[in-house]
């Protein structure tokens, strides 16, 4: 325990920062993966990939939602090849910079907003998320909602980190996380009217390839 202004708290919840506070920081310090050298691009690459793009099956008559779209880094591959995308993220601070990165294109939509419960009026021909499932603590409501925005026929293109700790930790706080777990995120698939068409792994993440 420590005490802060008289009140007692667990030291966790000292260090714990919550995402959108954690993504807002980052912008801030100018952490910025779409900016980031070639090196560090094919690094990021590791938890996706030309793979996860062209699992896809992208062509100019589809519409694509990301789930987390960050500061643009697989959006700016992914626009060119559809008709239009949708791309939904929590922290104000990071839309603004895939704006500002993904200035462009003219067939990106931007949505600042949870997706866990924002109302989507449109559904997908393909929907995918990099490097963002660890922040949903109810991953089977985040794959039943995508299951029911995904058009018949549809893709989902799902990568999930290989990482299983509790926290990113930032050396000075942390930010709680939901580790994915390979057999739940297939049950949940499996309940849901998409099928499992490929499954492979890369470096660091684990991908799942579905058509529903
Ligand atoms: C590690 S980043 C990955 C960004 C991008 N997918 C990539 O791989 O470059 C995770 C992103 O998910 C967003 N995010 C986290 N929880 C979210 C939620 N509930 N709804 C929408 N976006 C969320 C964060 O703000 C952050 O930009």
Known sequence: MVCVGGLQFELE???TLNVITHYDKLIDDNNDPFRDPPPLRKYMDK???QVFIDSMRLSRTKKVLEIGIGTGR????????CVKLVGIDISPK??????ENLSD???IEFVCANFSDYVFDETFDVIYSSLTMMHFEDKQQIIVKVNELLNENGIFCLSIDKNLNDYIDMSD?????YPDNLDNISKYINLTEMNIINQFETDFAYIFICMK
């Open 105 to 107: 294109f003219n067939n």
């Open 74 to 81: 697989i959006a700016a591959k992914v626009a060119p090849l």
């Open 13 to 15: 919840e000292v260090f």
């Open 94 to 99: 990071t839309i603004k910079r895939a704006k």
């Open 47 to 49: 938890w996706d990939g």
């Open 173 to 177: 706080y942390k930010l709680k996380i």
